[in-house]
């Protein structure tokens, strides 16, 4: 079962940034959070595997939401000229990321689909995936990622037009409430030449959807 959504109309002002004006708690308010959780869940954050639980689950936050800390324009930032008058479409497929939803805090697992037409510089093409999981290192409702990633790039490299398509499976569906393993979750995102003509769109496409035949 797949549920397609398009979010081309999300504004910047509806994303979520990270806020640097927020105090982060100690490490060991963090840990002692994280045993606090283990005692609500029923289990005894005293006994041997648990010990060292709230330790790893800390050092793994730090990993698992590492985007917080990272910008995307500064990995944006570096283009090339040089491109001998290329000015077709740039795609890159199956970036496969994991991330996390912001209503749940559990796993969204999927890949995205990022392409954009050269208006005389181009990315290095792995500039486009260090952007998917900078997003994606964040907590997330798929929805505003999908934008994120095609406003960022669009934003820095002003290319005649991105377009991102994510396909994802979400485990607060999977794991819990109606409990449906399987279900993907499509969003597109179109700025530009790709929102404006058809045709760019159904090419887009076409490219994404030749690497599953």
Not at 134 to 140: D, K, N, V
Not at 179 to 187: D, F
């Amino acid at each position: 079962m797949d549920e397609i959504v398009d979010k081309a109309a999300l504004t910047a002002a509806s994303k979520p940034t990270p806020n640097a004006q927020l105090k982060r708690p100690t490490r060991e308010q963090a840990e002692a959070a994280v045993r606090t959780l283990l005692l609500w869940s029923g289990d005894d954050p005293s006994r041997e595997g648990l010990l060292d639980t709230p330790k790893r689950v800390a050092k793994a936050y730090s990993e698992l939401f590492e985007g917080y800390g990272q910008d995307p324009h500064e990995v944006l930032g570096r283009t090339f000229e040089e491109v001998a008058g290329y000015d077709d479409m740039v795609v890159v497929r199956d970036i496969e990321f994991h991330s996390h939803c912001e209503h749940h805090m559990v796993p969204i697992i999927g890949r995205a689909h990022v392409g954009y037409l050269p208006d005389g510089r181009v990315l290095g093409l792995s500039k486009i995936a260090r952007v998917v999981d900078i997003f994606a290192r964040r907590l997330q409702t798929q929805e505003s990622m999908t934008a994120q990633v095609a406003d960022a790039i669009q934003e820095s490299l002003e290319p005649r037009g991105v377009a991102v398509m994510i396909e994802a499976e979400h485990m607060c569906m999977a794991m819990r409430g109606i409990r449906k393993q399987g279900s993907t979750t499509l969003t597109t995102t179109f700025t530009g030449a790709f929102r404006d003509e058809p045709a760019e769109q159904m090419h887009f496409m076409s490219l994404v959807n030749s690497a599953k035949k």
